[in-house]
């Protein structure tokens, strides 16, 4: 779909990451596909691509998990990172809705600051980091990356603060 862009030019939206694709399975998991890429090898008659798809399943009661899958279709890239983000789950305690304590997560160069909130507030996030709160089953949440805007570290970065969450118990 071409449209208007600066200055009167035309150009192509070819944004392969689409956060409206969520679904629930039968057994009521939440999958999100955060990002979906692109990668071309150039072979001798031309370019051979590959897809790699980043995905985060969650429970939407405390357990959440993300997967990486890489084909030479879309599809199937996204059933191998479903099947491994089904296999590496964590739970994340939940208190009313939010987080018990404020938790900083850091990957590579992505950092992220997750900042429990009060009723009503809904969750202030970005489009990776949101897709992991609320695949975890968090409702009021306040949210701030830092460093990289990279979504495949942001929902690592993320896994990472949600794993340090601790609890009175």
């Not at 939440?30 to 890429?37: F, H």
């Not at 072979?43 to 990486?68: E, L, P, T």
């Not at 997750?114 to 409702?139: F, K």
Request: glycine share 12%.
């Amino acid at each position: 779909a071409a449209s208007q862009g600066p200055a009167g030019r035309h150009f192509r939206n070819y944004s392969w990451s689409d956060p409206s694709v969520s679904n629930e399975n039968s057994s009521g998991t939440i999958e999100r596909t955060v990002k979906i890429k692109r990668c071309a090898a150039v072979v001798k008659g031309g370019r051979r691509f590959s897809f790699a798809a980043m995905v985060v399943n969650g429970d939407g009661k405390g357990k959440v998990g993300w997967g990486y899958g890489k084909a030479n279709e879309v599809p199937p890239s996204v059933e191998k990172a479903q099947k491994q983000a089904s296999r590496e789950m964590i739970d994340v305690p939940l208190v009313e809705g939010t987080i018990p304590h404020m938790v900083k997560g850091r990957f590579s160069a992505a950092k992220v600051i997750l900042v429990p909130a009060g009723p009503g507030t809904g969750i202030i996030a970005g489009e990776a980091v949101r897709s992991v709160c609320e695949a975890a089953g968090v409702t009021n949440i306040l949210t701030k990356s830092y460093g990289s805007n990279n979504p495949v570290t942001l929902v690592k970065a993320t896994m990472e603060a949600l794993s340090k969450l601790r609890t009175d118990q």
